[in-house]
């Protein structure tokens, strides 16, 4: 069997853990070629580079990215701009987290502005992908390098016909069935989480193999408040001979409860630490800005925690004031094993931070048993429980609770497993 994954995203890696922890022996591939992806994570577009040497190769860093001499990569305002005489002609986008410097994409501008293509770099350094946009139109078409640069295929996006060497592919999901078949997994079972691309791959194999098809498995893990229609789809096409699970998101036990046909899937997360008791008055914030959600207020309404501020960059005055207070410690240009330490000695973290969770520390925070605590229209709700998510107008509930949370330290375990069973997740 094999794990097929549009990109191996945080939701893919949670997916591809517990199917291990379950028993699961085959390989795992991506749609997409993420630079981040583990290294038993396969490119499906790694079909095409069948007799490349990348054996040495490395992911592209800034100082390494080639300019000409009259050019130069220039940052600004937090963006690495590409420069010429006549002005800015591109941006160069680092992949995550941008500490390293590692070159993900390359945007490239016209005269007025307009994007009118973008490079992606792989984790092997080099240019695989290049998209071209016309403007009222949007993206017209790709084309696929090699690691010499040579051109291996191109993709039209206005037929989504896909073309290498001789050969014309007339979907993309065809092309992608011709990749599996260069990889040696033309006859395997596949689990997949996506009902676009990965469900037209199977109905395609289906047509190809009629009686012969292999058992498959949908495993479905965006959070919805019924069933897709292509879920019922798929219970109706028994020649497609999948299995339907629902799992990982809020409510996805009920929706299963609700079928006689679709199953529930429990998610195992890696615990990283066992009892968390001693650390219950702990609180860990992390942030890219100064703007925390009624951050002084919540500082000064819970004098019985000691709150923990890390932000991968320097701070402001705003937040370097808080320092002065005695139940607050700060950590300017945390690195993400900072985050983790601190993650390992808090028993909450709170997500009110209005800007991008930093180290994806919410999925990290399940992994550390902390509970985690957000406020909507601020936090992102990534492994965040509805319950544990205050509105706005809340704040004499959540600086209630925090301090509780701070005084009973025996309910903290209770409280981290209510969370996590709503969402799905178990420990092991």
Wanted: hydrophobic residues 35%; negative net charge; glycine residues 6%.
């Amino acid at each position: 069997m094999i794990l097929l994954v549009t990109e191996y995203d945080n939701v893919a890696w949670d997916l591809h853990y517990s199917l291990l922890r379950k028993g699961f022996k085959g390989s795992v591939l991506s749609l997409e070629d993420n630079l981040n992806q583990p290294d038993d994570v396969q490119s499906i577009w790694s079909a095409l580079y069948k007799g490349y040497d990348l054996s040495d190769r490395k992911p592209l860093h800034i100082n390494d990215f080639p300019v000409p001499l009259d050019w130069e990569v220039e940052r600004e305002d937090g963006k690495f701009l590409i420069k010429t005489i006549d002005g800015v002609i591109g941006e160069v986008f680092m992949a995550e987290p941008t500490l390293h410097r590692i070159v993900s994409e390359v945007h490239w501008f016209d005269s007025k502005g307009f994007t009118y293509k973008k490079d992606y770099y792989n984790q092997f350094g080099f240019l695989y992908k290049s998209s071209t946009f016309v403007k009222c139109v949007g993206l017209v078409g790709s084309q696929f390098y090699s690691p010499s640069g040579e051109m291996l295929a191109t993709w039209n996006h206005q037929t989504d016909s896909v073309v290498v060497a001789r050969t014309i592919f007339p979907t993309m999901s065809k092309f992608y069935l011709y990749c599996l078949e260069e990889l040696g997994y033309s006859e395997k079972s596949i689990s997949f989480n996506n009902l676009g691309t990965p469900l037209q791959m199977l109905i395609d194999k289906a047509e190809l193999m009629g009686e012969d098809m292999p058992p498959n498995e949908l495993i479905f893990t965006e959070k919805v408040d019924e069933l897709p229609g292509n879920i019922d789809y798929i219970l109706k096409h028994k020649e497609l001979n999948v299995e339907c699970y629902v799992g990982g998101f809020e409510g996805a036990r009920e929706l299963a409860n609700e079928s006689e046909e679709v199953n529930f899937f429990e998610f195992h997360a890696p615990l990283y630490v066992s009892d968390k008791a001693d650390y219950c008055k702990d609180v860990l914030i992390t942030t890219e800005t100064d703007d925390l959600w009624s951050i002084e207020r919540l500082v000064d309404s819970c004098p019985n925690n000691v709150f923990h501020i890390a932000a991968p960059t320097l701070m402001s005055s705003r937040l370097t004031a808080l320092g002065d207070k005695s139940n607050v410690k700060l950590y300017q240009q945390a690195t993400q094993g900072k985050v983790e330490q601190l993650l390992e000695t808090s028993g909450i973290f709170l997500d009110i931070a209005n800007s991008p969770t930093v180290y994806d520390a919410n999925r990290l925070a399940l992994r550390y048993k902390c509970l985690r605590l957000g406020v909507r229209g601020i936090s992102s709700g990534d492994y965040i429980s509805e319950i544990y998510m205050a509105y706005p107008k809340d704040f004499e509930w959540l600086k209630d609770f925090i301090d509780y949370c701070s005084q009973h330290a025996d309910s903290l375990d209770q409280w981290v497993a209510k969370e996590n069973f709503a969402l799905g997740y178990s420990y092991d």
